[in-house]
């Protein structure tokens, strides 16, 4: 047995559950195909948006809140600053479906919030041009992440615990056997009791039959504007936000630069992104359609920005047909823990999963209230 634990993929959550993984144990080994935090995973584009009013199942509040308070050890731990809260606004129609579906969804999750009219959003955030019928909903806990310093900070963490780092080491394949799992990546094989896989956009190379039947792996675009006044789109002025109004839908994020404001197209109803065949050439050039799009959905929305694209880029994601994550064993008696398919919204919660991950393959007390995540879910058709 070469160690206890092996985390596949160090991005996002593998980062996040390899740092976990090592204050349980010194016996874990990550694996990574290229580097950490290398720009071509789910962690690239800068940053990310944390909220805790979100579109969805209620049932992710508590991973939520996990979350919360682990991106504040992982700041303490490593000294490293890595969410700076910013508040957050979804805006959109008043008593329209959008808002009320976030409303009912703090109704029962219980997150904190206030209801914003559009008079009192007009005189807070006048960066926004408002329909006569917006209103938002403000929370306060919101803010933005750095992907790349967060997943650094995991992996020097879990170092400094002991864990072994393998980088440009991909995993070709995993075999479990009746003593453990094999691992191999080119000529060489290691042998572990048990295995996370968390590989993104890349994990359908490792994954069984049925499981590659219902995941995608999409490619999401992201866009930044230049702000004519950077101080009205600063993280201290400018909130993180969400916008839907009929067939339009923008998020994004403050200028952390000072300038540069990020602004895509979202999918909140339906997801984001499409289908993309090969994580490894994720196509970065954005087709006529897509500039056209968020450039009328920035002109209309956002008059104090240029409405010129200053920069874009797109990157992998792995979905499920459900749009829920894949988080637990490939079946119960299995030696993979799955921790991928996050579907375009696992970033906030990477600290949480990473903590869920690493506390049940190590053996821990299985965390309720998860059914609707776990991988056996696909199992029976
Ligand atoms: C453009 C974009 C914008 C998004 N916006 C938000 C947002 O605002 N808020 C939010 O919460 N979420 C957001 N998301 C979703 C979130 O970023 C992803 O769900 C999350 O980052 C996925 O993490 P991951 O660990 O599954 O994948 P990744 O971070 O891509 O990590 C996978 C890692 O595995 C490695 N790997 C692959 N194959 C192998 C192998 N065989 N052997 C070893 N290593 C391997 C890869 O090199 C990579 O480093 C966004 C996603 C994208 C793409």
Request: proline fraction near 6%.
């Amino acid at each position: 047995m070469d160690a206890q634990l092996a985390v596949i993929g160090l991005g996002s959550i593998g980062s996040m559950a390899l740092w976990q993984a090592s204050r349980l144990t010194d016996s874990v080994v990550g694996f990574e195909a290229a580097t950490p935090a290398h720009g071509r995973s789910a962690v690239g584009g800068d940053t990310r948006l944390f909220r805790m009013i979100y579109f969805g199942k209620p049932d992710y509040y508590p991973i939520i809140e996990r979350s919360r308070g682990l991106w504040v050890e992982l700041e303490t731990e490593t000294g490293q600053d890595i969410l700076t809260t910013t508040g957050g606004l979804s805006i959109g129609t008043a008593n329209g479906s959008f808002i009320n579906s976030l409303l009912e969804t703090t109704r029962i999750n219980g997150a904190e919030h206030c209801v914003l009219s559009r008079e009192e959003l007009a005189e807070r955030y006048p960066q926004h041009n408002l329909r006569p019928d917006d209103c938002a909903i403000y929370d306060p806990r919101a803010g933005v992440l750095r992907t790349d310093r967060a997943v650094s900070a995991a992996i020097s963490a879990a170092q400094a615990n002991g864990a072994t780092v393998l980088q440009n080491t991909p995993v070709h394949s995993i075999t479990e056997t009746d003593h453990g799992v094999v691992v191999t990546s080119g000529d060489r094989t290691w042998t572990f009791e048990k295995v996370i896989v968390a590989s993104g956009g890349w994990s359908r190379r490792l994954m069984p039959d049925h499981l590659k039947a219902v995941t995608e792996t999409h490619r999401i675009v992201l866009t930044w504007f230049i702000a004519e006044d950077g101080t009205q789109f600063s993280p201290e002025n400018f909130p993180v936000f969400s916008r839907l109004y009929g067939d339009r839908s923008l998020y994004g994020a403050p200028a952390v630069d000072g300038v540069t404001v990020k602004a895509s197209v979202d999918g909140p109803l339906d997801g984001r992104g499409r289908e993309t065949p090969d994580p490894d050439s994720v196509p970065r050039e954005l087709t006529r359609e897509e500039i056209e799009k968020v450039t009328e959905i920035v002109t209309d929305f956002f008059p104090g920005l240029i409405p010129t694209i200053a920069r874009s880029d797109a990157f992998p994601d792995l979905f499920t047909e459900d749009r829920h994550p894949l988080l637990g064993w490939l079946d119960e008696n299995s030696r993979v823990y799955c921790a991928t398919g996050f579907s375009g919204k696992g970033f906030k919660m990477a600290t949480g999963y990473g903590h869920i991950a690493a506390h049940e393959a190590l053996g821990k007390q299985p965390v309720e209230g998860l059914d609707f995540v776990r991988p056996d879910r696909f199992k029976t058709r």
